[in-house]
C-alpha cells in the first residue's frame, strides 16, 4: 500500500514565477491537508480539502496561494508569483477521516521550494 | 487562542538513557493529542490519545495522556542513536486540523 506521495521533492523558482506541487494521498484516503514548515520553525496548517471541495483554507495566505483537489488526480497546491518567503518546505497529509471520527494524517516526504 | 506548548526545546542524552518529552496543551473543544517523529524528511505517525490514563506502547516508545491536566508526555527507553530526531506533538480540536508545537530536538549520543 503505497503511502502519501508528493512530487516533486525539490522545486527550485524565481522570484515571480509560479510553483506547483502534487500530492496523492494513500489509497483510501479521501481527505487531503496541507502543511508548511519553514526554517527553523514548526508545521503550519495551510488548507484542508475532500474532493472537489475546500473544507478549511484558514490557515492560505490571502494572496497568490490556492489549493484544489479535483474528482480526478492529484491534490495540487499553486502558489503564483512567488517571492523568497515562500520558500520552505509544503508537506501534504491525508485521512480517511470520518464525521465525528477522528483519525491520524499519514504524511508525505514533502517539497522543498526554493525561491531563488 | 488553541496552543501546543512542548519542553525541553532540545535535549541530548547518552545512549541506553531513559528520556520523557513534554507537551501541554490549551484548546477548545479537544479531541485528540498526537505524536509524531521527524528527521530530515516527513512526520513519522507515533501515537494518537484521546482517553485520559490509557498508556500507548510501542517497542521502547509509550505515551500517555491526561485531559485534567491538559498535557501528555512521551517516553522513550533505552535511546539509541536512530532515536535521535525532533518528536512533535499536535492536537485536533473542533477542526479537523492538526496544531503542532515546535518540537523538541532529541540527539542521542554514543
Known amino acids: 500500500n503505497a503511502g502519501v506521495m508528493q512530487n516533486p521533492r525539490h522545486l527550485v523558482r524565481r522570484r515571480g514565477q509560479e510553483a506547483r506541487l502534487r500530492c496523492s494521498p494513500m489509497?483510501?484516503?479521501?481527505?487531503v491537508y496541507w502543511y508548511r514548515q519553514l526554517p527553523e520553525e514548526g508545521l503550519k496548517f495551510m488548507v484542508y480539502?475532500?474532493?472537489?471541495?475546500?473544507?478549511?483554507e484558514s490557515g492560505m495566505p490571502k494572496e497568490r496561494f490556492s489549493a484544489e483537489f479535483p474528482k480526478e488526480g492529484p491534490s495540487i497546491l499553486r502558489i503564483q508569483q512567488v517571492v523568497r518567503g515562500d520558500s520552505a518546505a509544503y508537506f501534504c497529509?491525508?485521512?480517511?477521516?470520518?464525521?465525528?471520527?477522528?483519525?491520524?494524517?499519514?504524511f508525505g516526504p514533502g517539497t522543498r521550494l526554493t525561491v531563488t | 487562542e488553541d496552543k501546543v506548548v512542548q519542553s525541553p526545546l532540545s535535549l541530548v542524552v547518552h545512549e541506553g538513557d531513559t528520556v520523557t518529552l513534554n507537551c501541554s496543551y490549551e484548546?477548545?473543544?479537544?479531541?485528540?493529542l498526537l505524536w509524531y517523529k521527524q528527521e530530515k524528511k516527513a512526520p513519522t505517525f507515533l501515537f494518537m490519545l484521546?482517553?485520559?490514563?490509557i498508556e500507548k506502547k510501542s517497542g521502547r516508545l509509550s505515551s500517555i495522556l491526561d485531559k485534567k491536566e491538559l498535557f501528555s508526555i512521551l517516553n522513550i527507553t533505552a535511546t539509541q542513536t536512530g532515536d535521535s530526531a525532533i518528536y512533535l506533538c499536535?492536537?485536533?480540536?473542533?477542526?479537523?486540523?492538526?496544531?503542532f508545537g515546535t518540537g523538541t530536538r532529541l540527539q542521542v549520543t554514543l
Open positions: 497529509a491525508s485521512s480517511p477521516i470520518q464525521t465525528g471520527i477522528t483519525y491520524e494524517q499519514y
Open positions: 489509497k483510501g484516503h479521501s481527505h
Open positions: 480539502l475532500q474532493k472537489e471541495n475546500i473544507i478549511d
Open positions: 484548546v477548545t473543544n479537544f479531541r485528540s
Open positions: 484521546t482517553s485520559s490514563g
Open positions: 499536535a492536537f485536533t480540536g473542533t477542526a479537523s486540523k492538526l496544531t
